[in-house]
């Protein structure tokens, strides 16, 4: 909510303060007012009053219930003098209410005893509130918001304030004016009595009505301000109804009345009519009637029902009976006739809401568009329509209805029609009574339906009644006699069959049902009318739930609801299922209802049992009838429901649940077999084929995406032999047919050789390990030279070898990124500030709790440490191990060291087959190297596996012995418990780096890709390793080719480097929008890529220029190879490095603007010959 | 003693086996480390003792899977799955989370062993917190077998 100037003055500094305090969640003070006014601590007027009301509140418990009259009649005059609070007299001040202390409750029939004494004591100040309260309800539903305001304020006068009066004024505000007028009253009530209960209900009440919050939001909110600040059981009933009606059990009314009757009058009588329709509709109690009789005389409807439902049929006569012309209309199947009848009899009284109902009924019979309401009735007409139809808006339309209800409360009309629809589907026998009750007990009119919730006699005596004051009408005696009787021929009447089948319904409903349920179901679920065989589901549903045959109830539930989507919110099946385990129930697992009847429950019910439920369903239904997955359901279709086949593959048969499956084992079988699910699915349901299409697309291209992934993950560890090969062609060609002719010539002085061979020695330089021979022979000196050249190309080739891949792809930020992330995910490290020092992890700092200085500096330092040595160990234990070995870099774990068994072998090779070529002897020597290459590889992984892993333990648990030291357990639980699952992950993520070090060409592998996918698998192994860093990329291709591995690789690279240019240079830290367009052009074979960021205000400038200036400088010159040597540096010459393998190449870079800078690159590619698009009928082919 | 150790974290699970070992030499310890491999498990063989993490990924994870979706109440979803299998057999908790978040709720390791003991009597024995810095966990376990085995 916005305040504007001329609301924020209704809102005092405390009350600002209370918000504030509501929003820290402490407690706010009216809950402390609250707890000494119930515990009887509250200041009272008069040092001595206190004592006199606890002698009344023991003369209360004592005295008999007969004689509670006679008591309060007897000191009535001396408590109106002395005591006025007693006698419930006219309260001008808001602070005035709930100023009494409380009286302890009495039992229920004792409460209503002394109530009714009280009220008794005030019949004509009643009799005027009541006759002020029928104009206010008036007044509402007119719409005419002044005159009800004129009647809330004429109530006031003759009763004084109540609750009540601040619930009705704060719902009229709303309906008139909305949130900010009502906000603003509740402002002046807060001004008037500051820190009062009175303004506690105003805030709570305002709150409640505010349009944002919802019923279910509203009670729950309730139920933990109540649980917090533990408030006794007495004073949470009382608030529970106060706030919202909701009275869990008749005997809390006892609780209720006794808090009211230190309220106001209004509020006491209201309470007490709530009360006495719950008690005389369920368990009217002996005596009461007595009570209640002289109260009659205030000329309440309500009260004469209520006497009536208690025995006392003398007055009901007085009572306006309702007209019969509607229902004698749409008895017989003239709805649109009975539209007109009605709309006149709700113009000529707005409080008949009976006649809304059945105007509902009717539109929902025609099916009728009622366009957009713009009055409450006529929101109320649409929902109840709604609900009538089994519209698909059904929830939508409870949910708006319980909120008017909710809202409106206060006003007896509104509460009951609103409150009908509870009773529509319900099958709670004791709540339809209650419900039923209030109907009738609110309703203005006499109704021949009221008969339903009759007693033998009262049945008996209404009908005798009506039929004399009908005349024996034939539409009277119709109903009756089928709300009597559900036997066929019980009406005469040419009522329509469907009505008929309704009315019976209805009176099963009504009767909580019986046994003839079963023959009227039956015939309205061979209805033709949708309504009719919808009603007659739900009527069976809670018959079968009744009776406790589950399997016949889950079958109707799964055959209705697969057709019938509306039905999941109707039919009784949370109530049935929801608190039963599984085991419990032990349904029939073949048997495709189970799973579905689960699944209906879990759109009800979100809770995790619920979900376990419906998963171990699922699987036990494919094993009980041998079925490794799903969509092979398709394979015995004939077995089963079409209806509910679609519902069970489409809405069951989602990856959540199919992970239950035994024999999906993978994420990917999960999603193949979604896959394939929604191909058949494409044959089943015609309706959603575009649905499935898409989502057949999605997951591939998820697939397509997750598989690119691990190909790069494992094509990290690298060596473009194919680039060596082509450079030796060029370079070693001469020097290679030198060796070949010499080593012919020698050949047969192997003797020589070999005591040649065990001279060599391996010395190290600053260029790697290099073999070195004596050179006693030429030959023999070519070939070490050859050997040593192509191992140094192989290592050190910054164009094609190992160590410019390792670079690239795994020590420069990858692997640091990589290993940081899960700790980074936790908050748990810091970085460096400028001074090399790293910065204090104010995240954790300010989410240790009751923490000393001393602690606090503790915890700082050592959270300063784990982050220090983290970042030690990946800088000082893990890169270091991720190099090529020389004298420099002596913990590199990449040696590829040929032995001299190997090198007499290929001298050997080469002497017996003299017309090698030189390809064929560089493939030998690879072979070699890949060979060696894998071993270095195993070093790395059990190095990775055992040493660093290691490291990392004793890190963690380091740092949590360091906390513990500094800490006492509750201070920092949450941080103990992100170090621990950031330790998890941090092994899960050594496990994926591990899985690098594997050697697989990639380049010969088979899978292609769409450019689309080439970019979003690159951009989505560059995020893995940019942690921290969250840009919003958006892709623009409109090329269709399919690329092959390499082209994947190598936008990988290029992407990586580009994306981490933004993430350090553009100066963006939030979400920087960078677009990435990708094309083919056929033309001339290229792949053009272009990347365009924001940057921010102070990155373009004169210096920044230059800088870029001196790199293009040095792209031209060709210096910038010894500078992409190292890690570190410029971006952009790694750029140049990566495309630079292309003879025919592009790059480009700049400021666009003074808000973007762009890198434009352009690539040769060779597109795919094969192209492979995963098809779901490729992956069924392949599954099956 | 055979007994079914369900647990994604190997530095856990090596700690819990080393624990094992040393408290009785005949003891078969099979390996689980997710929710679907711990429900293969059961449904494979038989054990005398249960102990399961609660936070689980979904699936093993290995160069290949990723994990599926992580479970934070994975170890609750197994407690209840041996209950529906009907399995009489003892389950212990090994967590090293005093707390539990989903988003919308959260729990503490208190409430979370309340709660389990009242949704599975038959089962469930104990919730065990293993703090990797102390080695009080080992004296908690012990304390919890040795009421097992009476």
């Not at chain 1, 305090?21 to 707890?35: D, I, M, T, V």
């Not at chain 1, 939508?396 to 209805?401: P, Q």
């Not at chain 1, 021949?448 to 004051?469: A, C, N, R, T």
């Given at each position: 909510?916005?305040?504007?100037?001329?609301?924020?003055?209704?809102?005092?500094?405390?009350?600002?303060?209370?918000?504030?305090?509501?929003?820290?969640?402490?407690?706010?003070?009216?809950?402390?007012?609250?707890?000494?006014?119930?515990?009887?601590?509250?200041p009272?007027?008069?040092?001595n009053?206190?004592?006199?009301?606890?002698?009344?509140?023991?003369?209360?418990?004592?005295?008999?219930?007969?004689?509670?009259?006679?008591?309060?009649?007897?000191?009535?005059?001396?408590?109106r003098?002395?005591?006025?609070?007693?006698?419930?007299?006219?309260?001008?001040?808001?602070?005035?209410?709930?100023?009494?202390?409380?009286?302890?409750?009495?039992?229920?029939?004792?409460?209503?005893?002394?109530?009714?004494?009280?009220?008794q004591?005030?019949?004509?100040?009643?009799?005027?509130?009541?006759?002020l309260?029928?104009?206010?309800?008036?007044?509402?539903?007119?719409?005419?918001?002044?005159?009800?305001?004129?009647?809330?304020?004429?109530?006031?006068?003759?009763?004084g304030?109540?609750?009540?009066?601040?619930e009705?004024?704060?719902?009229?505000?709303?309906?008139?004016?909305?949130?900010?007028?009502?906000?603003?009253?509740?402002?002046?009530?807060?001004?008037?009595?500051?820190?009062?209960?009175?303004?506690?209900?105003?805030?709570m009440?305002?709150?409640?009505?505010?349009?944002a919050?919802?019923?279910?939001?509203?009670?729950?909110?309730?139920?933990?301000?109540?649980?917090e600040?533990?408030?006794?059981?007495?004073?949470?009933?009382?608030?529970?109804?106060?706030?919202?009606?909701?009275?869990?059990?008749?005997?809390?009314?006892?609780?209720?009345?006794?808090?009211?009757?230190?309220?106001?009058?209004?509020?006491?009588?209201?309470?007490?009519?709530?009360?006495?329709?719950?008690?005389?509709?369920?368990?009217?109690?002996?005596?009461l009637?007595?009570?209640?009789?002289p109260?009659?005389?205030?000329?309440?409807?309500?009260?004469?029902?209520?006497?009536?439902?208690?025995g006392?049929?003398?007055?009901?006569?007085?009572?306006?009976?309702?007209?019969?012309?509607?229902?004698?209309?749409?008895?017989?199947?003239d709805?649109?006739?009975?539209?007109?009848v009605?709309?006149?009899?709700?113009?000529?009284?707005?409080?008949?809401?009976?006649?809304?109902?059945?105007?509902?009924?009717?539109?929902?019979?025609?099916?009728s568009?009622?366009?957009?309401?713009l009055?409450?009735?006529?929101?109320?007409?649409?929902?109840?329509?709604?609900?009538?139809?089994?519209?698909?808006?059904?929830?939508?339309?409870?949910?708006?209805?319980?909120?008017?209800?909710?809202?409106?409360r206060?006003?007896?009309?509104?509460?009951?029609?609103?409150?009908?629809?509870?009773?529509?589907?319900?099958?709670?026998?004791?709540?339809?009574?209650?419900?039923?009750?209030?109907?009738?007990?609110?309703?203005?009119?006499?109704d021949?339906?009221?008969?339903?919730?009759?007693?033998?006699?009262?049945?008996?005596?209404?009908?005798?009644?009506?039929?004399?004051?009908y005349?024996?009408?034939?539409?009277?005696?119709?109903?009756?006699?089928?709300?009597?009787?559900?036997?066929?021929?019980?009406?005469?009447?040419?009522?329509?069959?469907?009505?008929?089948?309704?009315?019976?319904?209805?009176?099963?409903?009504?009767?909580?049902m019986?046994?003839?349920?079963?023959?009227?179901?039956?015939?309205?679920?061979?209805?033709?009318?949708?309504?009719?065989?919808l009603?007659?589901?739900?009527?069976?549903?809670?018959?079968?739930?009744?009776?406790?045959?589950?399997?016949?109830?889950?079958?109707?539930?799964?055959?209705?609801?697969t057709?019938?989507?509306?039905?999941?919110?109707?039919?009784?099946?949370?109530?049935?299922?929801?608190?039963?385990?599984?085991?419990?129930?032990?349904p029939?697992?073949s048997?495709?209802?189970?799973?579905?009847?689960?699944?209906?429950?879990?759109?009800?019910?979100?809770?995790?049992?619920?979900?376990?439920?419906?998963?171990?369903?699922?699987?036990?239904?494919?094993?009980?009838?041998?079925?490794?997955?799903?969509s092979?359901?398709l394979?015995?279709l004939?077995?089963f429901?079409?209806?509910?086949?679609?519902?069970?593959l489409?809405?069951?048969?989602?990856?959540?649940?199919?992970?239950?499956?035994?024999?999906l084992?993978?994420?990917?079988?999960?999603?193949?077999?979604?896959?394939?699910i929604?191909?058949?699915?494409?044959?089943?349901?015609?309706?959603?084929?575009?649905?499935?299409?898409?989502?057949?697309?999605?997951?591939?291209?998820k697939?397509?995406?997750?598989?690119?992934?691990?190909?790069?993950?494992?094509?990290?560890?690298?060596?473009?032999?194919?680039?060596?090969?082509?450079?030796?062609?060029?370079?070693?060609?001469?020097?290679?047919?030198?060796?070949?002719?010499?080593?012919?010539?020698?050949?047969?002085?192997?003797?020589?050789?070999?005591?040649?061979?065990?001279?060599?020695?391996?010395?190290?330089?600053?260029?790697?390990?290099?073999?070195?021979?004596?050179?006693?022979?030429?030959?023999?000196k070519?070939?070490?030279?050859?050997?040593?050249?192509?191992?140094?190309?192989?290592?050190?080739?910054?164009?094609?070898?190992?160590?410019?891949?390792?670079?690239?792809?795994?020590?420069?930020?990858?692997?640091?990124?990589?290993?940081?992330?899960?700790?980074?995910?936790?908050?748990?490290?810091?970085?460096?500030?400028?001074?090399?020092?790293?910065?204090?992890?104010?995240?954790?700092?300010?989410?240790?709790?009751?923490?000393?200085?001393e602690?606090?500096?503790?915890?700082?330092?050592?959270?300063?440490?784990?982050s220090?040595?983290?970042?030690?160990?990946?800088?000082?234990?893990?890169?270091?191990?991720?190099?090529?070995?020389?004298?420099?870099?002596?913990?590199?774990?990449?040696?590829?060291?040929?032995?001299?068994?190997?090198?007499?072998?290929?001298?050997?090779?080469?002497?017996?087959?003299?017309?090698?070529?030189?390809?064929?002897?560089?493939?030998?020597?690879?072979?070699?190297?890949?060979?060696?290459?894998?071993?270095?590889?195993?070093?790395?992984?059990?190095?990775?596996?055992?040493?660093?892993?290691?490291?990392?333990?004793?890190?963690?648990?380091?740092?949590?012995?360091?906390?513990?030291?500094?800490?006492?357990?509750?201070?920092?639980?949450?941080?103990?418990?992100?170090?621990?699952e950031?330790?998890?992950?941090?092994?899960?993520?050594?496990?994926r780096?591990?899985?690098?070090?594997?050697?697989?060409n990639?380049l010969?592998?088979?899978?292609?890709?769409?450019?689309?996918?080439?970019?979003?698998?690159?951009?989505?192994?560059?995020?893995?390793?940019?942690?921290g860093?969250?840009?919003?990329?958006?892709?623009?291709?409109?090329?269709?080719?399919?690329?092959?591995?390499?082209?994947?690789?190598?936008?990988?690279?290029?992407?990586?480097?580009?994306?981490?240019?933004?993430?350090?240079?553009?100066?963006?830290?939030?979400?920087?929008?960078?677009?990435?367009?990708?094309?083919?052009?056929?033309?001339?074979?290229?792949?053009?890529?272009?990347?365009?960021?924001?940057?921010?205000?102070?990155v373009?400038?004169?210096?920044?220029?230059?800088?870029?200036?001196?790199?293009?400088?040095?792209?031209?010159?060709?210096?910038?190879?010894?500078?992409?040597?190292?890690?570190?540096?410029?971006?952009?010459?790694?750029l140049?490095?990566?495309?630079?393998?292309?003879?025919?190449?592009?790059?480009?870079?700049?400021?666009?603007?003074?808000?973007?800078?762009y890198?434009?690159i352009?690539i040769?590619?060779?597109?795919a010959?094969?192209?492979?698009?995963?098809?779901?009928?490729?992956i069924?082919e392949k599954?099956? | 003693?055979?007994?079914?150790?369900?647990?994604?974290?190997?530095?856990k699970?090596?700690?819990?086996?080393?624990?094992?070992?040393?408290?009785?030499?005949?003891?078969?310890?099979?390996?689980?480390?997710?929710?679907?491999?711990?429900k293969?498990?059961?449904?494979?063989?038989?054990?005398?003792?249960?102990?399961?993490?609660?936070?689980?990924?979904?699936?093993?994870?290995?160069?290949?899977?990723?994990?599926?979706?992580?479970?934070?109440?994975?170890?609750?979803?197994?407690?209840?799955?041996?209950?529906?299998?009907?399995?009489?057999?003892?389950?212990?908790?090994?967590?090293?989370?005093?707390?539990?978040?989903?988003?919308?709720?959260?729990?503490?390791?208190?409430?979370?062993?309340?709660n389990?003991?009242?949704?599975?009597?038959?089962?469930?024995?104990a919730?065990?917190?293993?703090?990797?810095?102390?080695?009080?966990?080992?004296?908690?376990?012990?304390?919890?077998?040795?009421?097992?085995?009476?």
């Open positions: 909510m916005t305040l504007n100037k001329s609301t924020k003055k209704y809102y005092p500094s405390t009350l600002k303060n209370f918000l504030r305090g509501a929003r820290q969640q402490s407690e706010p003070s009216y809950f402390k007012n609250l707890r000494s006014y119930f515990a009887g601590s509250a009272v007027s008069k040092p009053s206190g004592s006199y009301i606890k002698a009344i509140d023991v003369a209360r418990q004592v005295l008999t219930e007969d004689a509670f009259p006679t008591f309060i009649d007897k000191h009535w005059g001396y408590w003098k002395k005591h006025p609070q007693l006698t419930l007299g006219k309260l001008e001040h808001y602070h005035q209410l709930r100023k009494t202390p409380t009286f302890t409750p009495l039992c229920l029939e004792r409460e209503i005893a002394w109530s009714a004494g009280v009220l004591k005030r019949i004509p100040t009643l009799k005027r509130f009541h006759s309260l029928q104009s206010l309800q008036e007044n509402l539903l007119k719409e005419d918001y002044a005159g009800g305001h004129q009647a809330l304020d004429q109530i006031d006068d003759v009763c304030v109540s609750f009540w009066s601040i009705a004024r704060i719902a009229l505000f709303q309906l008139q004016s909305g949130l900010e007028r009502h906000k603003a009253y509740v402002g002046v009530v807060y001004e008037g009595a500051p820190g009062s209960f009175a303004a506690y209900i105003a805030y009440v305002s709150r409640r009505n505010e349009e919050s919802s019923t279910t939001g509203f009670l729950k909110d309730l139920e933990s301000q109540i649980a600040h533990d408030l006794d059981n007495d004073l949470a009933k009382y608030l529970r109804y106060r706030l919202t009606g909701v009275i869990h059990n008749v005997e809390d009314c006892a609780s209720i009345l006794a808090h009211e009757l230190s309220t106001s009058l209004v509020d006491l009588y209201e309470a007490f009519i709530t009360t006495l329709t719950l008690v005389s509709s369920r368990n009217p109690l002996p005596n009637l007595n009570l209640i009789r109260l009659t005389k205030i000329g309440d409807e309500r009260l004469i029902k209520i006497a009536f439902l208690l006392e049929t003398a007055q009901l006569n007085d009572l306006a009976w309702r007209d019969l012309a509607p229902y004698k209309a749409i008895l017989q199947g709805y649109s006739g009975c539209v007109q009605l709309e006149q009899a709700i113009d000529s009284n707005q409080r008949d809401f009976k006649s809304l109902i059945l105007l509902a009924r009717c539109h929902a019979q025609l099916e568009n009622l366009g957009e309401p009055t409450l009735l006529e929101t109320v007409l649409g929902c109840l329509q709604g609900l009538f139809q089994f519209r698909s808006d059904y929830t939508n339309c409870l949910a708006t209805l319980a909120k008017i209800k909710m809202n409106l206060v006003f007896p009309v509104i509460n009951s029609l609103c409150g009908f629809p509870s009773q529509m589907h319900g099958h709670d026998l004791q709540k339809n009574r209650e419900l039923w009750g209030e109907l009738f007990v609110n309703d203005p009119k006499t021949p339906f009221d008969i339903v919730m009759m007693s033998g006699d009262q049945k008996q005596f209404y009908q005798e009644l009506g039929s004399q004051h005349n024996s009408n034939a539409t009277f005696e119709g109903i009756t006699s089928l709300l009597n009787s559900s036997s066929e021929d019980a009406n005469p009447l040419s009522f329509s069959e469907d009505e008929k089948l309704l009315i019976e319904a209805f009176s099963l409903q009504a009767s909580g019986d046994s003839d349920a079963t023959v009227v179901t039956d015939k309205m679920l061979s209805s033709h009318n949708r309504l009719v065989k009603e007659g589901v739900c009527l069976k549903a809670r018959s079968l739930a009744k009776s406790a045959t589950l399997k016949a109830f889950m079958d109707l539930c799964a055959f209705w609801c057709r019938e989507d509306v039905l999941t919110y109707i039919l009784p099946i949370a109530e049935v299922l929801g608190n039963r385990s599984l085991k419990a129930i032990k029939d697992y048997s495709l209802s189970t799973s579905i009847t689960f699944h209906l429950l879990l759109r009800n019910k979100d809770d995790n049992k619920a979900q376990d439920y419906l998963r171990w369903s699922c699987d036990e239904f494919l094993e009980s009838h041998k079925l490794t997955r799903p092979k359901l394979q015995i004939e077995q429901d079409r209806p509910q086949v679609g519902y069970f489409s809405e069951v048969c989602k990856p959540q649940i199919l992970e239950a499956c035994r024999h084992r993978k994420t990917k079988d999960l999603e193949e077999e979604r896959i394939n929604c191909t058949t699915l494409m044959e089943l349901d015609f309706d959603h084929v575009e649905a499935y299409q898409q989502e057949i697309m999605t997951l591939s291209t697939l397509s995406v997750d598989a690119g992934i691990q190909l790069l993950d494992r094509s990290r560890v690298f060596v473009n032999t194919s680039g060596i090969r082509r450079w030796a062609t060029r370079e070693l060609g001469e020097i290679f047919a030198r060796c070949k002719a010499l080593l012919t010539t020698q050949k047969g002085i192997a003797a020589q050789v070999e005591k040649i061979i065990q001279k060599l020695l391996t010395v190290s330089t600053d260029k790697g390990n290099i073999l070195y021979i004596n050179p006693y022979e030429e030959a023999d070519i070939l070490l030279d050859l050997i040593q050249t192509l191992r140094h190309q192989f290592l050190n080739s910054p164009d094609y070898g190992l160590d410019s891949f390792l670079s690239m792809r795994i020590r420069h930020g990858t692997i640091a990124g990589t290993l940081r992330g899960p700790a980074d995910d936790l908050k748990l490290l810091t970085t460096r500030d400028a001074s090399g020092k790293y910065q204090a992890n104010e995240y954790w700092l300010s989410r240790i709790y009751n923490t000393s200085p602690q606090r500096k503790k915890v700082k330092d050592h959270l300063m440490w784990f220090e040595s983290y970042d030690s160990v990946i800088e000082l234990l893990v890169k270091p191990s991720l190099q090529i070995r020389s004298e420099k870099k002596s913990k590199g774990l990449f040696k590829v060291e040929l032995d001299e068994k190997h090198i007499l072998q290929i001298r050997t090779a080469l002497q017996d087959k003299p017309e090698s070529t030189l390809d064929e002897f560089t493939d030998v020597i690879f072979d070699y190297f890949h060979h060696l290459l894998n071993a270095d590889l195993q070093t790395v992984r059990d190095y990775l596996e055992r040493d660093v892993k290691s490291s990392f333990e004793g890190l963690f648990k380091e740092l949590q012995e360091r906390l513990a030291q500094s800490l006492r357990q509750e201070q920092y639980v949450d941080l103990k418990d992100a170090s621990a950031a330790f998890t992950r941090v092994q899960n993520t050594l496990l780096i591990i899985d690098w070090f594997h050697l697989e990639s010969s592998a088979t899978q292609s890709f769409s450019i689309e996918e080439v970019c979003r698998i690159a951009i989505g192994s560059a995020m893995r390793a940019l942690v860093f969250e840009p919003e990329i958006q892709i623009y291709s409109h090329s269709e080719q399919t690329m092959g591995a390499s082209v994947l690789e190598e936008l990988s690279d290029i992407l990586f480097v580009a994306l981490e240019n933004v993430s350090r240079h553009s100066g963006i830290s939030e979400k920087p929008l960078i677009t990435v367009t990708i094309e083919y052009n056929s033309e001339d074979s290229m792949l053009y890529l272009d990347v365009v960021n924001p940057i921010a205000s102070y373009k400038s004169a210096a920044s220029e230059r800088k870029l200036e001196t790199i293009k400088a040095a792209i031209r010159d060709g210096s910038y190879k010894e500078q992409v040597q190292s890690e570190g540096g410029s971006g952009l010459m790694k140049q490095r990566n495309v630079s393998s292309h003879p025919r190449h592009k790059l480009d870079f700049g400021f666009l603007d003074d808000q973007h800078f890198i434009h352009g040769p590619i060779t597109l010959q094969h192209i492979v698009i995963p098809t779901p009928a490729k069924i599954t099956s | 003693m055979k007994i079914l150790l369900v647990e994604d974290d190997g530095f699970s090596g700690q819990l086996k080393d624990f094992l070992s040393t408290l009785r030499s005949a003891t078969e310890i099979q390996m689980a480390r997710s929710v679907a491999s711990g293969e498990a059961l449904r494979q063989s038989y054990f005398d003792v249960i102990f399961l993490d609660m936070s689980l990924p979904s699936y093993d994870i290995d160069r290949y899977e990723p994990g599926g979706t992580p479970k934070i109440f994975g170890g609750s979803e197994l407690l209840g799955y041996i209950d529906f299998l009907d399995y009489a057999t003892p389950v212990v908790v090994i967590t090293q989370f005093e707390r539990f978040s989903t988003g919308e709720e959260e729990v503490n390791i208190h409430s979370l062993g309340k389990l003991a009242s949704d599975y009597p038959n089962n469930f024995k919730i065990v917190y293993f703090n990797a810095a102390s080695e009080k966990w080992k004296t908690d376990l012990k304390k919890v077998l040795l009421e097992l085995m009476v």
